[in-house]
C-alpha cells in the first residue's frame, strides 16, 4: 500500500518561473492538505481541498499560488513567479475516514 | 505571540535516558493534539494522538495533555539513538477534516 507521493522531490526555478508540484494521496484518500516549511520555522497550513473543490484556503498567499485535486489525477499546487521567499520544502498530506493526516516525503523548492 | 510555542532545542541526551518535550498553546479552542516525529528530509511521521486531558501511553511514548494549563508534554523512556530527530507538537479545534496547526518543532539527539 503505497503513502502519499510527491513529486519531484527537488526543484530549482529561477526567479519569474513556475513551480509545479505534485501529490498523489493514499489510495481511496479523498482529502488533501498542502503545508509549507520554511527553515527554522513549523509547518505551516496553505490550503485543503477536496476532490475538485478548495475546502479551505486561509493559509494560501492571495497572490501566485493556486491550487487543485482534479476528479482524476494528482493534487497540484502551482506558484507562478517564483521569488526567493518561496524557497522552502513543501508537504502535502492526505486522509481517509480516518482522524489522522498522512505526510508525503516533501518538493523542496529552491529558487535562484 | 505565536498560537502554539515549542523549545526548538536541540535537546541531547545520552541513550537510554527519559526525553520531556513539551509545547504552549494559548488558542482555548484546541481539542485534539497530536505529535509527529520528522526526520531529516523526510516528512512528518504521526506517533501519537488524543483529544483528552491526561496521558495516552503507546510503548516508549507516553503523551500527556492539559487543557486548564494549555500545556502538552510527550514522554520519550528508554531513548534510543534511532530516536534523533526533529518532534512537532501539532493541534486543531476538533477531529474530521481540518487544517492543523503545528509548533516549530523540538531537535532531539540521543548519543549512544
Known amino acids: 500500500n503505497a503513502g502519499v507521493m510527491q513529486n519531484p522531490r527537488h526543484l530549482v526555478r529561477r526567479r519569474g518561473q513556475e513551480a509545479r508540484l505534485r501529490c498523489s494521496p493514499m489510495?481511496?484518500?479523498?482529502?488533501v492538505y498542502w503545508y509549507r516549511q520554511l527553515p527554522e520555522e513549523g509547518l505551516k497550513f496553505m490550503v485543503y481541498?477536496?476532490?475538485?473543490?478548495?475546502?479551505?484556503e486561509s493559509g494560501m498567499p492571495k497572490e501566485r499560488f493556486s491550487a487543485e485535486f482534479p476528479k482524476e489525477g494528482p493534487s497540484i499546487l502551482r506558484i507562478q513567479q517564483v521569488v526567493r521567499g518561496d524557497s522552502a520544502a513543501y508537504f502535502c498530506?492526505?486522509?481517509?475516514?480516518?482522524?489522522?493526516?498522512?505526510f508525503g516525503p516533501g518538493t523542496r523548492l529552491l529558487v535562484l | 505571540q505565536k498560537e502554539v510555542e515549542q523549545d526548538p532545542g536541540p535537546l541531547s541526551v545520552p541513550e537510554g535516558a527519559i526525553v520531556s518535550l513539551n509545547c504552549t498553546y494559548s488558542?482555548?479552542?484546541?481539542?485534539?493534539f497530536m505529535w509527529y516525529r520528522q526526520y531529516s528530509r523526510k516528512g512528518p511521521e504521526l506517533l501519537m494522538y488524543?483529544?483528552?486531558?491526561g496521558n495516552k501511553e503507546d510503548g516508549r511514548f507516553t503523551a500527556q495533555v492539559d487543557k486548564s494549563s494549555k500545556y502538552i508534554s510527550l514522554f520519550i523512556r528508554d531513548s534510543q539513538p534511532s530516536d534523533s530527530a526533529t518532534y512537532l507538537c501539532?493541534?486543531?479545534?476538533?477531529?474530521?477534516?481540518?487544517?492543523?496547526?503545528f509548533g516549530t518543532g523540538t531537535k532531539l539527539q540521543v548519543i549512544p
Open positions: 498530506a492526505s486522509q481517509g475516514m480516518e482522524e489522522t493526516q498522512y
Open positions: 489510495k481511496g484518500h479523498s482529502h
Open positions: 481541498l477536496q476532490k475538485e473543490n478548495i475546502i479551505d
Open positions: 488558542n482555548s479552542a484546541f481539542q485534539y
Open positions: 488524543t483529544y483528552s486531558s
Open positions: 501539532a493541534m486543531s479545534p476538533r477531529g474530521g477534516y481540518q487544517k492543523v496547526t
